[in-house]
């Protein structure tokens, strides 16, 4: 049986769908075909049966035969007794004493000679059985009224057996069972046909869905889409639209992260340069033994420090928006905003030392990465120290699960805000000022995997307003008391 179910698993698709149509559609016509032969058989004996009731006669002639038959000895064929049916009169202990209309004699059973002798008169019994040159036959017994000997004393019981050969209706039968088992061949043939072209028409999807598979591994092709019809909802067509929008999603991503690389060379190329400027020079000082004045020195060294600084944050960054969704999900649990808040604030007071921070901060749960979402306030925070000018105020305040920060500097133009998010991209009038381009869209992305949303705009009176929306969580219980 294993093997069998192992050879069935290795054909193709289509084979196993029209076998299994075949199956389906063989059982249905066995079921029905059996079902037939069983009625007609019904119908069939139900007709002997009556053409054996028309031959029996009425009650009072028998009884004038059987007691003329008083002795009950064996007895050359009377044909015309019982009529056109061959016929024999029998006695309760199987003793044949009258038959007629046949050479051959019935075969007498004992349940003949039980119904016989228990003389139910009123009923009729019908069996199959054989006479006695082994032909089938249906048998009629009705028992009688009991026989008279000479002396005036009863006699044995007996019972008149009427009989029909069967060989026409089992001639039927075995035609009605020939012409069910040719037509059930036909049709499960035809099933099997059938369902092998159905599944060839059916699977016409899937064989493109495999073309389209087989054609991406092998090429890398991934603008390969598979036509879907309007408005179908089926199975394939589910499947068709969700391999296109895989293959969309992959393009996307392979398209993001090409423009992440090419935008990341781009950044690096710069601080790179300039780091390799500042070393050749002090490189060419030391070789050629002509010493750098200290100022110039000392520039020259915070320069590169400054560069290994700008270096630094970049890779951070690039390494932040590189982790994939699987990395995240596991660290993810219920953070205290408002302490995040506090601790972001805490590292931009140290940042800008001479602006001033103000802080209005209510409790608000949140699910979310508690270092992904630190660091995403910061860079807000961040974006706020940079251009807030000296001696400015920065207003943060947290209420029912916004974050709002607003700075007090030149704000961001409007033409701009469309691209604030957008992956490296820097205002012009930033491109001066320390930063890769890449901490909004680390906050966009951090917040957009929390549930929420950030929005910048323009503030009334000047400056900029950052909001960002995060979703509230149950709060979790106390920690148990130690011990």
């Known amino acids: ?64 035969v059987l007691f003329a038959l008083a002795n009950c000895t064996d007895r050359p064929p009377a044909d015309s007794i019982f009529g056109d049916r061959y016929s024999q009169v029998v006695t309760e202990d199987g003793k044949v004493c009258l038959f007629a209309g046949a050479s051959a004699k019935i075969n007498v059973t004992e349940a003949d000679r ?14 199959n059985g054989t006479d006695s040159d082994g032909n089938d036959v249906r048998v009629l017994t009705k028992p009688l009224l009991a026989t008279a000997t000479g002396a005036g004393e ?12 069967l060989k026409s209706t089992q001639k ?3 035609d009605l069972a020939l012409i069910l088992l040719l037509v059930s061949a036909i049709g499960v043939v035809g099933a099997g046909a059938a369902g092998l072209a159905v599944a060839r028409v059916g699977l016409r999807p899937v064989d493109k869905l495999t073309e389209a598979v087989e054609h991406v591994a092998r090429t890398d092709d991934l603008s390969v889409r598979i036509p879907v019809e309007r408005g179908s909802e089926d199975e394939i067509a589910r499947l068709s639209r969700s391999f296109n929008s895989m293959t969309a999603s992959l393009a996307s991503s392979r398209d993001l992260q090409q423009q992440l690389i090419a935008d990341a060379g781009h950044e690096l190329r710069t601080p790179l ?43 951070g960054d690039l390494q932040e928006l590189s982790r994939s969704e699987g990395q995240r999900g596991e660290r993810v649990q219920v953070v205290d905003f408002r ?16 602006l001033s921070l103000t802080a209005d901060l209510e409790p608000w749960f949140v699910r979310a990465e508690p270092s992904a979402l630190e660091r995403a306030v910061v860079n807000v925070l961040d974006n706020a120290v940079k251009f807030s000018p000296e001696g400015g105020t920065i207003e943060v305040r947290l209420h029912d699960g916004v974050l709002t920060v607003r700075d007090h500097g030149p704000g961001i133009p409007e033409d701009e805000l469309p691209h604030v998010f957008d992956r490296f991209w ?23 995997q929390a549930g929420g949303e950030v929005v910048l705009y323009r503030a009334e009176g000047g400056g900029t307003v950052a909001t960002v929306r995060l979703p509230g969580a149950p709060t979790p219980p106390p920690p148990a008391p130690a011990g």
């Not at 294993?2 to 389906?24: E, F």
């Not at 039980?114 to 069996?127: A, C, K, M, N, Q």
């Not at 205002?427 to 906050?443: E, F, K, Q, T």
Request: proline share 5%; charged share 25%; net charge positive.
């Open 1 to 64: 049986m294993s093997r069998l179910v192992r050879r069935y698993r290795a054909l193709p698709l289509r084979a196993r769908l029209a076998m299994l149509v075949a199956a389906a559609v063989a059982f249905a016509v066995a079921a029905v075909s059996v079902t037939c032969w069983f009625i007609v058989q019904r119908k069939l004996y139900d007709q002997v049966d009556e053409n054996l009731r028309k031959s029996l006669r009425n009650t009072t002639e028998t009884d004038q």
């Open 114 to 127: 039980s119904e016989i002798r228990h003389l139910d008169v009123g009923t009729i019994y019908f069996r």
């Open 154 to 165: 009863r006699g044995p019981n007996v019972g008149v057996l009427i009989a029909i050969p």
């Open 172 to 174: 039927n039968l075995n």
């Open 273 to 315: 340069t300039s780091l390799r400027t500042n070393v050749e020079l002090l490189t060419r000082s030391e070789e050629t033994g002509r010493p750098l004045p200290p100022e110039d020195r000392k520039a020259l060294l915070a320069s590169v420090k400054a560069q290994m600084t700008e270096l630094g944050a970049l890779i």
């Open 339 to 354: 302490d995040t808040v506090e601790a972001a604030l805490r590292r931009a007071r140290l940042r800008g030392p001479e």
């Open 426 to 448: 820097r205002s012009p009038g930033a491109r001066a000022l320390p930063g890769s381009g890449l901490g909004l869209s680390i906050v966009a992305r951090t917040v957009q």
